[in-house]
């Protein structure tokens, strides 16, 4: 009779847990729903085979939070109130030109965000509408550089606008652009005829129109472009470039000579081509070194160092280590594998040789910003953007192969790492992780999360 009644119970507990997981599922389903008719956005559709194609993850997509104890994250705030800006009426340049990009970086630079993207997505927008806002500024001038009081008007006027779209009001600092970046600095040639009579324009503009998003970084065309430019107009127009001053203060004048190249791009491209050059070119930039920054990893080598096989000590130091590191930014896949591989060369020369990533299950996507604490995403190594709209708020495109392990250096040096060898190209989504490694932050996942990933992991662009 006891163990019947135990049997009873058993079942009535099973049958309670799937009636609370069925209403969540209901819900969660229903709420997805109501929200995918909203055009161009996402559809509802089985799991892609083999290599999962990038997701778009915006508040439409997320469920309810599952740890209401926890304010929202914020990769999912509310988007500001926009404000008419108070211009200084002396900037010579007709704002309406370049419109367009404008907007794209008061969204990519969105105030509660900016911080958060500043190294893959504000940033490089921002640099490109310095460069592009140049070019609008030579279209109506013999010049492709502002003189100083006129710089300093117009970009008074370029953080107003922004500012008044939604962007964060410091961007100045956050990406360490000044009103001097319009002037050309040091760089000798700074009007039209003189830039056109030294530099082979036509081969400039070929090489950077268009700029292949695919080739540019690992077999560039525009950039030696650009520095062959750069280093002819340095030079005055000496046709040798085997002398050219490496000195401090001869890469400040190249480097301004460069902002001069992007001007005269800028000028013979539209807004909308050079925009998509230059953050190409950013790109390719920004995604050769890891943006975040690694306190001495004392307790997790102390932890690990003799590891060999599962640990929990060791996996539970090395995940509170990476949860402050997550609090950082959103990285793009390619930095993820930057940061993984600079983070397993400090542990090694602490003296950790075992590989603590594959015995702590440590994916790429850890060592970017969560959601929830929970799940993690990487940007695609190509130039993202944030995207706004009054339907569905922020969003951003996540890469869904950045489940795959971080990966753990063949050695504690860095030399060897090339993002361009065969063998360094990001693998398609792994067979499912072995369930029984310690310290898998991701083993405790809640019902309400599962249902996030499943529906996440059903969306195709």
């Known amino acids: 009779m006891r163990i019947l009644r135990g049997a009873v119970y058993r079942q009535l507990l099973v049958l309670t847990i799937w009636i609370c997981v069925s209403q969540d599922v209901v819900s969660e389903k229903t709420e997805l729903q109501r929200n995918s008719h909203a055009p161009d956005k996402f559809v509802l559709s089985d799991p892609p085979i083999g290599l999962f194609k990038p997701i778009e993850i915006s508040p439409a997509v997320i469920p309810r939070n599952p740890y209401p104890v926890e304010p929202l994250p914020p990769m999912y705030p509310s988007f500001p109130s926009t404000y008419e800006p108070i211009l200084t009426g002396k900037c010579p340049v007709n704002f309406s030109l370049i419109s367009s990009i404008m907007e794209k970086t008061a969204s990519d630079c969105s105030a509660p965000l900016a911080g958060l993207v500043g190294n893959v997505i504000c940033c490089p927008q921002v640099n490109s509408l310095m460069h592009i806002f140049q070019g609008a500024y030579s279209s109506e001038s013999s010049s492709l550089v502002l003189p100083q009081i006129a710089a ?101 004048v190249i480097n301004d000579c460069k902002s001069v190249v992007y001007a005269w791009l800028a000028r013979n491209l539209s807004p909308e081509d050079a925009n998509s050059a230059f953050r190409i070119l950013s790109g390719c930039k920004v995604n050769k070194v890891c943006p975040l920054e690694f306190k001495e990893p004392s307790a997790v080598i102390k932890a690990c160092r003799a590891s060999a096989s599962p640990n ?13 590191i997550q609090k950082q930014m959103l990285i793009t896949n390619r930095q993820a594998i930057n940061c993984a591989t600079m983070f397993g060369s400090m542990l090694q020369k602490g003296g950790v040789m075992t590989d603590v990533y594959e015995l702590c299950d440590v994916d790429l996507k850890d060592f970017s910003l969560q959601a929830y604490g929970q799940q993690g995403c990487l940007l695609r190594s190509l130039p993202a953007d944030v995207i706004f709209d009054n339907a569905t708020g922020f969003s951003f495109t996540c890469d869904l192969s950045d489940n795959i392990a971080a990966p753990w250096p063949s050695s504690s040096s860095l030399s060897t790492l090339s993002l361009c060898a065969p ?24 019902i309400a999360t599962f249902i996030l990933l499943h529906l996440i992991s059903s969306i195709t662009l």
């Open 312 to 324: 929990p000590l060791c996996c539970d130091s090395l995940n509170a280590y990476i949860a402050a």
């Open 152 to 252: 300093d008007d117009c970009f008074s006027d370029i953080i107003s606008i922004l500012a008044s779209r939604g962007a964060n009001s410091t961007i100045p600092r956050l990406c360490s652009v000044k009103s001097s970046n319009l002037t050309g600095g040091s760089c000798p040639v700074k009007d039209i005829a003189t830039f056109e009579k030294i530099v082979n324009t036509s081969k400039l503009l070929d090489a950077c129109d268009p700029v292949d998003p695919l080739k540019e970084c690992c077999r560039p065309i525009c950039h030696p472009a650009i520095m062959e430019a750069a280093l002819h107009i340095s030079s005055g127009g000496s046709s040798t470039l085997d002398n050219t001053n490496t000195s401090a203060t001869g890469i400040d």
């Open 423 to 446: 063998e360094m190209s990001l693998p398609a989504l792994p067979v499912a992780q072995n369930s029984g490694k310690l310290g898998n932050s991701k083993s405790g996942v809640g």
